[in-house]
T-cell receptor, first 111, second 117 residues
Framework: DQQVKQNSPSLSVQEGRISILNCDYT??????FLWYKKYPAEGPTFLIS???IKDKNEDGRFTVFLNKSAKHLSLHIVPSQPGDSAVYFC??????????WGAGTKLIIKP | EAQVTQNPRYLITVTGKKLTVTCSQN?????MSWYRQDPGLGLRQIYY???????DKGDVPEGYKVSRKEKRNFPLILESPSPNQTSLYFC????????????????FGPGTRLTVT
């Protein structure tokens, strides 16, 4: 039973346009959410996070939105750049120390 | 330079031959964790440690052991590896909990690709 789901295995976006990556979760006890980015042959790197007391967090070109009632979060990248091509993972955490990860979405930025 | 190091980066071994993958961090982080990454499954947590001598099971602990005798090191031990443990393994560390709760942003090592034949 996947508690964190990224239903799109891949996404292709034109350079300069907005990329929207989605993530759904089932466990209402999750209260902290993170996005990580991963290039081939490297470990994931932290991108942005949001706690459940907020519905939006912004960092430069990256914005994460949280809809608790829908148990849904999304990552917006504006504008998309070639270097954004990577696999993006959504992860969720609750009151314990475990981090539950989605399967990832491969983002391809087309020139 | 702040980093998480893992060794070896690549390992091919045979079923039943004990092996250890080392992990070390130089950021004085309390929290450390091991993950395995398999196609279509994302990252799954194997074990984690909240501090020295404190470890706990993640989602997929079967067939693995860990120890945390020093803050900087968190080795992953496969006592009797089997082919279903063929995977890409990542070690990660973080300073503390983030937000209301949770483990905060984690720093990952470069990964260890293990093949068990």
């Amino acid at each position: 039973d996947q508690q964190v789901k990224q239903n799109s295995p891949s996404l292709s976006v034109q350079e300069g346009r907005i990329s929207i990556l989605n993530c759904d979760y089932t466990n209402s006890m999750f209260d902290y959410f993170l996005w990580y980015k991963k290039y081939p042959a490297e470990g994931p790197t932290f991108l942005i996070s949001i706690s459940s007391i907020k519905d939006k967090n912004e960092d430069g070109r990256f914005t994460v939105f949280l809809n608790k009632s829908a148990k849904h979060l999304s990552l917006h990248i504006v504008p998309s750049q070639p270097g954004d091509s990577a696999v993006y993972f959504c992860a969720a955490s609750g009151s314990n120390y475990q981090l539950i990860w989605g399967a990832g979405t491969k983002l391809i930025i087309k020139p | 330079e702040a980093q998480v190091t893992q060794n070896p980066r690549y390992l091919i071994t045979v079923t039943g031959k004990k092996l250890t993958v080392t992990c070390s961090q130089n950021m004085n982080h309390e929290y450390m964790s091991w993950y395995r990454q398999d196609p279509g499954l994302g990252l799954r947590q194997i074990y984690y440690s909240m501090n020295v001598e404190v470890t706990d099971k993640g989602d997929v602990p079967e067939g693995y052991k860990v120890s945390r005798k020093e803050k900087r090191n968190f080795p992953l031990i496969l006592e009797s590896p089997s082919p279903n443990q063929t995977s890409l393994y990542f070690c990660a560390s973080s300073l503390s909990r983030g937000g209301l709760a949770g483990v905060g942003e984690q720093y990952f090592g470069p990964g260890t690709r293990l093949t068990v034949t």
